[in-house]
């Protein structure tokens, strides 16, 4: 690893902060989406043990990309491997690592989100990052999961300009605290709904009575719609949603990834993934023919990991009953909607490759609107 692209990694991730807002602008203006209260960080990295590491690259004129990573705890996670499951709303991506979470329902190598021509690069890195840890010196195979969208409008995505390095410093500077959204990582480059798109997170919090566990869930948002925020028909009311003219285009992608600390295993976070598109679809996604919509869902719940080295012939789990889920469903579901309108409130307008021009979604206007619906 170069010691030129350390520095610069480290250089874009502190002026990345300039262009993040580190708040839920719909709580600052009194709205909240959903019935359960939200984390202390309103953030993925709110469930115990989650963190998350940007990488953010605006370089030039033509360079807006970037890696998200997500590490579901901060142990070695080959080790110790976590369930999981994949949900596909509309298949055209490249999501990386999907057949072997299918086939045995866990994850075991931090979550990489980046631009889509980047996908091999986020695997290489991810591969690197586990081979390189302590204890796992034997390992001959590691599964990556590596989501995508594509960022082409804005950023020259055709340079292949991620590189392993990028890939293994998102890693290294993950977080707890993490909770940064909008222009920044796998987020950089991205549009939706006509507007800068970016990464955006939120997170819910169970009563005790309901368990008192905690659903996060991180976004990368970039893709078209009819865009409703809290109900409020924002796309109708503005004259901005496909099929309107040729100039708005539905296709693009969005990766959710979500994450919870409560006991499940991968049959039921694949219900919960399912769930996630409900949230993406109150927001007015359509999941259009040229678009990649998958939800990955994970526990990172202590009760349920996979542990590698264990000899023994059986597992001892101890899993949330099926009636018992509904509560996290109902939360996957607020968290994934309220992550997305983040991901473009928190946004900034942002030029990029071939002079492409995208403008951040006006709050004023926002503003207006809310009011007129009644909603502040």
């Known amino acids: 690893m170069s010691l030129k692209r350390v520095f610069l990694s480290l250089f874009l991730f502190v002026c990345s902060l300039t262009v993040v807002c ?35 690259m605006i370089e030039g004129e033509n360079i807006r990309t970037g890696v998200t990573a997500i590490l579901p705890h901060g142990g070695n996670l080959f080790q110790e491997k976590v369930p999981a499951a994949i949900h596909i709303a509309n298949g055209f991506g490249k999501l990386a690592g999907i057949s072997q979470v299918k086939e045995l329902g866990h994850i075991e190598a931090p979550i990489i989100l980046t631009n889509t021509l980047s996908v091999s690069t986020g695997v290489e890195g991810g591969i690197r990052y586990s081979l390189q840890q302590d204890g796992n010196e034997s390992a001959r195979s590691v599964n990556v999961v590596v989501g995508e969208t594509n960022d082409g409008r804005l950023n020259d995505i055709r340079g292949l300009h991620v590189r392993v390095e990028d890939v293994l410093n998102a890693i290294e500077l ?43 869930v991180l976004v990368q948002s970039n893709f078209g719609g009819v865009l409703e925020i809290d109900g409020v028909p924002v796309a109708k009311e503005t004259g901005r949603y ?53 939800a990955i869902a994970v526990s990172s719940s202590e009760a349920v990991r996979y542990p590698y080295n264990d000899e023994g012939r059986f597992i001892e789990v101890q899993e949330l009953r099926n009636d018992a889920m509904s509560p996290l469903f109902q939360a996957t579901i607020e968290a994934t909607e309220e992550a997305i309108i983040n991901s473009l409130l928190s946004a900034k307008d942002m030029k990029g490759h071939n002079g492409s021009d995208v403008k951040a979604i006006d709050h004023e206007m926002l503003k207006k609107l809310f009011h007129e619906y009644g909603r502040m």
């Open 174 to 216: 993950a977080s707890q605290q993490n909770h940064e959204q909008g222009n920044i990582g796998a987020g950089t480059g991205t549009v939706a709904f006509g507007y800068k798109g970016g990464i955006g997170t939120s997170s819910r919090r169970l009563p005790k009575s309901l368990g008192g566990y905690t659903v996060g």
């Open 22 to 56: 580190q708040t839920s602008p719909l709580r600052d203006w009194g709205i909240s989406i959903g019935i359960f209260k939200t984390g202390p960080l309103n953030a993925l990295t709110d469930v115990p043990g989650v963190k998350v590491g940007h990488v953010t």
């Open 242 to 294: 496909p099929f309107k003219s040729k100039i708005m285009n539905p296709d693009g992608s969005c990766m959710i990834v979500v994450i919870t600390d409560a006991p499940v295993l991968a049959r039921n976070l694949e219900r919960m993934a399912r769930r996630a598109m409900l949230g993406f679809a109150k927001t007015g996604g359509m999941s259009s023919n040229g678009s990649g919509d998958y």
